[in-house]
C-alpha cells in the first residue's frame, strides 16, 4: 500500500527539483547558440510550468527568462540587429527546433513563445515604417517583449472595426481568442480590424495595440483542461487609439505563411509529446516500478522496454519529419511547389500529432496508478496535447492528403477545413 506520505516525498522529488539559471550578458550570437540557451533552460521551465498549469496562470517568471536568453533574436531581420536572413521564413527551421525545447519544458510557454515568434515574422516584413521596426526589434531582443495574434472573431459580436482620426485610428469590437495575452503592459496584440481603404472600400487592416492601452478589457475567461497558462481571453477593445505608423493595411498572406503555421502546430503537439517521454522516463527511473511481479525492476522489464522504445520511435520520426519539413521552407523561394509542401505539412502535423497523444496517454500505462496523484500532475501533458489537438480535425487533413495522393491534385481546402479556402 503507498501512503500519501510516500506520493508527497516522491512529487518532492520530481516537481520541486531546483535548477540553476543561466546567467547571460549578451544576445545569442548564432541560432546554435539560440537552441542551446533553451535547452539550457529547459528544467528550470519545466518546473515553473508545474505551478502554471496547476493554477491556470500566465507563465511570467518563464517568459522573463526567455526573453532574458535574447531567444526572439532569432526572428529579429539582420538589418535590424537579428540573425534571420532571407525570406520570411528564412532559418525557419532553428527556429522551431528552438521553439520545441520550450514547448516541451511546457506546453503553454512554447505556444506562447511561438506565438510572439510568427508574429515577430509578420511585422518585420509588413509595410511599417523602419522607425517602428527598429522599436519593435529592440523591444523583442531587449526588452522581453511578447505579441499576441489577435484575430479570431469566432462567437463575439461582430467584426472589430477601425476608423481614421487626425493622426491615426481608432479600434473597436471584441476578439475572442488572443493567446499569449496574459502578461499584460505593454505587449502587443496585432489586432485584425476592418476598415475602409484609401478608396473608400472595405478592407482588412492591422493595428498595433498595447495591452495596458486605454480601453483594452480582458476578460480573463481561459479556463481550459489544457494549454491553462496560454491565457487566450477574450479582450474588448473600446475606442483604442492607435497612432499612425503602428498600424498598417494587411497585404496578401506570404505563399508559405499556411505551412509555417502548420508547421507551428505540429510543433507545439511534437513539444509536448517530448515532455511527457522525459517526464515518464524520469518518473519510471526514480520509481524503477515493474509492470509484473515476474519482473525485479523496470531496468529489466522487457515488456516496458518495448513500449518505451514504441514511444520514442514514434516520437524521433515526428521530429525528424518536422525538422526536414522546416528546413524545406525556410530555404523555399519563388520555384517551390507551396501546394506540394502544404500537403507535406498537413501530413508532418498528422504525424506529430499521433505521437504526441499517444505518448501523454500511454504516459499513466507504464508509470502506473500512483503517478496520477496531482502531486505531479503527470496528466497534464496529455491534457495539453487532447486541448490543442482538438483544434483541428485529424480527420479531414488525412482527408485531403489522402485525396491528393490519389488524384495528384490539391483538392479545395474549403471543402475539409472552416476558413482554409483554395490553395
Not at 507551428?264 to 511527457?276: K, R, T, V
Request: glycine share 10%.
Amino acid at each position: 500500500m503507498t501512503t500519501t506520505k510516500q506520493v508527497s516525498d516522491l512529487s518532492d522529488q520530481v516537481s520541486d527539483q531546483v535548477s540553476t539559471v543561466p546567467a547571460w550578458t549578451a544576445l545569442p550570437e548564432s541560432f546554435d547558440e539560440v537552441v542551446s540557451r533553451a535547452k539550457a533552460l529547459r528544467p528550470t521551465l519545466s518546473d515553473l510550468g508545474f505551478d502554471v498549469d496547476r493554477h491556470g496562470t500566465d507563465p511570467t517568471e518563464g517568459m522573463r527568462l526567455l526573453g532574458e536568453a535574447g531567444l526572439q533574436r532569432a526572428n529579429v531581420p539582420v538589418e535590424l540587429g537579428g540573425l534571420w536572413s532571407g525570406g520570411p521564413f528564412g532559418d525557419w527551421d532553428r527556429v522551431i527546433e528552438t521553439a520545441l525545447e520550450v514547448t516541451a519544458a511546457d506546453g503553454s510557454m512554447g505556444q506562447c513563445w511561438a506565438t510572439t515568434a510568427i508574429q515577430a515574422r509578420e511585422l518585420m516584413t509588413a509595410p511599417l515604417p523602419t522607425e517602428t521596426k527598429q522599436a519593435l526589434a529592440h523591444e523583442l531582443m531587449h526588452d522581453a517583449r511578447r505579441l499576441v495574434a489577435s484575430n479570431a472573431e469566432t462567437g463575439g459580436t461582430g467584426p472589430v472595426t477601425g476608423r481614421r482620426v487626425t493622426d491615426g485610428i481608432i479600434v473597436t469590437g471584441v476578439k475572442t481568442f488572443n493567446t499569449n495575452s496574459g502578461g499584460g503592459g505593454r505587449d502587443l496584440a496585432n489586432v485584425g480590424v476592418r476598415m475602409p481603404d484609401a478608396d473608400g472600400r472595405p478592407a482588412r487592416h492591422h493595428a498595433l495595440v498595447r495591452l495596458d492601452a486605454p480601453g483594452v478589457v480582458p476578460h480573463g475567461n481561459w479556463d481550459n483542461m489544457g494549454q491553462r497558462g496560454t491565457v487566450s481571453q477574450t479582450i474588448a477593445y473600446h475606442e483604442v487609439f492607435v497612432p499612425d505608423g503602428w498600424h498598417y493595411p494587411a497585404a496578401r498572406s506570404d505563399r508559405h505563411f499556411l505551412q509555417a503555421a502548420l508547421s507551428g502546430h505540429a510543433m507545439l503537439l511534437q513539444g509536448i509529446g517530448e515532455g511527457a517521454f522525459h517526464a515518464m522516463i524520469d518518473y519510471i527511473r526514480r520509481v524503477n516500478r515493474p509492470s509484473m511481479p515476474m519482473f525485479s525492476s523496470a531496468a529489466d522489464d522487457v515488456l516496458m522496454h518495448r513500449q518505451i522504445g514504441e514511444i520514442s520511435a514514434a516520437l524521433s520520426a515526428g521530429r525528424a519529419y518536422l525538422l526536414q519539413a522546416c528546413h524545406r521552407l525556410a530555404q523555399a523561394d519563388e520555384s517551390t511547389d507551396s501546394r506540394a509542401l502544404v500537403v507535406e505539412m498537413f501530413k508532418v502535423k498528422v504525424a506529430c500529432t499521433a505521437a504526441a497523444l499517444d505518448a501523454s496517454a500511454r504516459l499513466h500505462d507504464l508509470t502506473g496508478a500512483r503517478s496520477t496523484s496531482n502531486g505531479y500532475r503527470l496528466d497534464r501533458f496529455w491534457r495539453n496535447a487532447r486541448t490543442f489537438a482538438s483544434h483541428d480535425s485529424v480527420d479531414a487533413k488525412n482527408a485531403f492528403v489522402g485525396a491528393y495522393e490519389l488524384t495528384g491534385e490539391l483538392p479545395d481546402g474549403s471543402r475539409y477545413l472552416p476558413g482554409l479556402g483554395k490553395l
